[in-house]
């Protein structure tokens, strides 16, 4: 595994303490979001035209995003560090393969997806170890693939840690995580920011939409 494994660890044990509790909240979160399913259609589609491999969702948690995934057409799976949370996933989409590991350190030949969706996965990674995130996305997706980001917005100020419910988040500025996935190797495609809907964390929404180049 490259990079510090401590947050991994605190990061992994915060998740299994609220995986039950996590699970019920977000079960149906899509249901309110049009536009987040518009991105996730739009990402299916790019997904499936380029037909580059299957599709991982990681840091899947209880494997909601990744059933949606499945119910769009793609042939994915989920990857997550809390072993709880696959556990959930498991029981919960029977039909899935859900695979407990590290984003940074994937057990996945070079180049064997089509696509990898990090959906407020890397929120967590201190500034300095998202490269590494963004460099092994890049050795798994094969060229053509596609990747999708959500993660929450910082406007105009830093990068910006703040006290996620669960443990320890950062907000990132739309244009250096852009930049940081383009160093990767990673062609922006489109990008999306939203406000928060009522009874959320007063925090804007960023979503990027990347291709993987040759």
Same mark, same amino acid.
């Given at each position: ?17 609220? =995986? ?33 491999? *299957? ?6 948690? *209880?494997? %909601? ?17 809390? *072993? ?20 940074? =350190? ?51 100020? *830093? ?27 990673? %062609? ?27």
């Amino acid at each position: 595994m490259t990079g510090s494994s401590s947050y991994l660890d605190v990061t992994a044990d915060a998740y299994d303490a609220v =995986a039950v509790l996590y699970a019920e909240l977000f079960r149906d979160e899509l249901d309110a979001v049009p536009l987040d399913r518009a991105l996730f259609a739009a990402f299916a589609e790019f997904a499936r035209t380029a037909d580059a491999g *299957p599709v991982a969702e990681l840091g899947c948690g *209880p494997g %909601r995003i990744t059933a949606h995934l499945r119910d769009l057409g793609l042939e994915v799976f989920g990857v997550d560090l809390s *072993p709880v949370m696959i556990d959930l996933a498991r029981r919960a989409y029977p039909d899935l393969r859900f695979e407990v590991g590290s984003m940074d =350190a994937l057990d996945l030949p070079d180049g064997t997806l089509g696509g990898v969706v990090s959906w407020y996965s890397i929120i967590h990674a201190p500034p300095q170890e998202v490269p590494a995130y963004f460099a092994e996305f890049r050795r798994v997706v094969a060229p053509g693939g596609h990747l999708l980001l959500g993660f929450f917005e910082a406007g105009d100020a *830093p990068v910006t840690a703040f006290d996620h419910k669960v443990t320890t988040a950062y907000c990132w500025p739309i244009d250096d995580l852009a930049k940081l996935a383009g160093e990767a190797g990673f %062609r922006e495609i489109g990008r999306m920011l939203r406000e928060p809907l009522e009874g959320e964390r007063p925090l804007r929404h960023g979503r990027l939409l990347m291709r993987r180049g040759e």
